[in-house]
């Protein structure tokens, strides 16, 4: 995913994910303030902090597969020509296409059977159906970014392999 300006820089899912972290931050600094200083407890906050804290973290990793930030060890593969690396990089996706479809097919089971044998969460009382899609969700929108990662490798002939020494 070439940067072509400023503002095709971060994928959408990252201002998702940076409001999501702000709720958990907003609503984990209420809850110590009014836990230590006003000796209050809102039994709902904590709840609500973990759930917020889950989607948080599946949409980040959307963020890492869209920008192309996830982590892959790359030693072996640096070896090879461009045309063997486009071969490795190509089998690598299709198996992470595969494990996350098998996620996704899995999680939206997993999912349906909560709707039908509903767990309630205790603080908020809503069904934990809705925190737990963020499963299937998160692993369909990193397929599809992990699809278009091919095509515009395929594209552009562009192999990006992150070098962390070189971002650091």
């Given at each position: 995913m070439a940067v072509k300006n400023e503002k095709e820089k971060y994928p959408p899912e990252a201002y998702l994910g940076v409001f999501l972290f702000s709720v958990l931050v907003v609503l984990l600094t209420m809850q110590v303030v009014l836990r230590y200083v006003f000796n209050k407890n809102l039994s709902w906050s904590e709840e609500?902090?973990?759930?917020?804290?889950?989607?948080?973290?599946?949409?980040?990793?959307?963020?890492?597969?869209?920008?192309?930030?996830?982590?892959?060890?790359?030693?072996?593969?640096?070896?090879?020509?461009?045309?063997?690396?486009?071969?490795?990089?190509?089998?690598?996706?299709?198996?992470?296409?595969?494990?996350?479809?098998?996620?996704?097919?899995?999680?939206?089971?997993?999912?349906?059977?909560?709707?039908?044998?509903?767990?309630?969460?205790?603080g908020l009382g809503i069904n934990y159906m809705y925190i737990y899609a963020i499963v299937p969700i998160g692993f369909l929108v990193l397929t599809i970014r992990n699809i278009m990662n091919m095509i515009h490798r395929f594209r552009e002939g562009e192999i990006v392999l992150t070098d962390m020494r070189q971002e650091l």
């Open positions: 609500l902090s973990r759930m917020v804290y889950v989607w948080g973290v599946y949409i980040s990793f959307c963020v890492a597969g869209a920008t192309r930030k996830h982590i892959r060890i790359t030693f072996l593969v640096d070896k090879f020509s461009n045309r063997v690396k486009k071969v490795i990089m190509f089998l690598a996706d299709l198996v992470w296409i595969i494990f996350n479809m098998t996620l996704v097919i899995q999680g939206v089971l997993y999912v349906l059977s909560m709707r039908q044998y509903p767990y309630i969460s205790a």
